[in-house]
Structures are given as C-alpha cells and as structure tokens.
C-alpha cells in the first residue's frame, strides 16, 4: 500500500526555504488527504509539479486545494489541474478545488470545467467533502 510519504513534502518545502522562494505549501492532514495552498504564478506551476511528483507512486491520497491565494489561471494551470484531476480520478480518489475567486470561478464557468471538477466554499467544507465521500466507499 502507498502511504503517504512526509519526508518528500518536506524535502520540497526545504528546497523552497534555501531558495528563499515558498515553492509548495502541501500540508498532510491526514493519512489519506493532502491540503494544498496554491498561489498565483509562477508559485502555481511549481506548487502543482511538486504535488504530482509527491502523488506518484502513492495511490492512496485525495487531495484539497485552497485557490484563495490564486486570483487567475492560464491554459498551462488548467492542463496540470486536468492531469492531476486524471490521477486522482483513475485511483477513484477525490480532488477538491476550495476558495475559488470571483475571475477564476467565471473562467471554470466559461470552459465548463464547473462540471469537471468538485468545488466547495472553503477548506472546511472540502475537507468534509473528502472525509464523508471515504466514508461512504
């Protein structure tokens, strides 16, 4: 079984620090349910890179992002949301998008990613989400 492996979370968190630049904020929640705070570019690059290389191999992790830091996306942000969406969902595990702004919830409306991916108002609530959806399985 893949557990989640906190070592490399904070390998990455390190490497950002000695850089002097934040790289991923991924914090381990639980066993199962990595939270993610995302921010604006360039951050939002590195910060989904970092978390699909941490998701590889381990096939057992939902995860929950927190875009209240993130106030646009462009087509390279909404690829690597589809590819790690792809990951998740072919593991049947959940991934949540949390916060989102008023301009990046028009543009999930406007390419009709609103019905490809699960949103909820906060962190809170997507967590919730998460844990009762494990629940239920």
């Known amino acids: ?3 989640f492996d ?3 979370t904070e390998d990455y968190a390190l490497a950002g620090r000695l850089q002097g630049v934040w790289i991923v904020s991924i914090e381990n929640w639980s ?3 990595l939270v993610v705070e995302l921010q604006d570019d360039p951050a939002f690059t590195d910060d ?3 978390l699909l290389e941490t998701l590889s191999g ?3 992790v939902d995860a929950v ?6 106030s646009y996306l462009n087509s390279s942000n909404i690829a690597k949301l589809l590819k790690l969406r792809k990951r998740l969902t ?5 991934l949540v998008l949390c916060g989102i702004d008023t ?11 609103d019905k490809v991916f699960d949103f909820e108002e906060s962190v809170a609530t997507g967590l919730a989400t998460v844990q009762l959806g494990a629940e239920s399985a």
């Open 58 to 60: 381990n096939t057992e």
């Open 31 to 33: 066993e199962n349910i």
């Open 90 to 94: 072919s593991n049947k595990r959940r």
């Open 6 to 8: 906190k070592r490399r």
């Open 103 to 113: 301009n990046v919830w028009g543009l999930f409306l406007v390419t009709g990613l």
């Open 48 to 50: 989904l890179g970092a």
């Open 65 to 70: 992002l927190n875009f209240s830091g993130v």
């Open 1 to 3: 079984m893949g557990g």
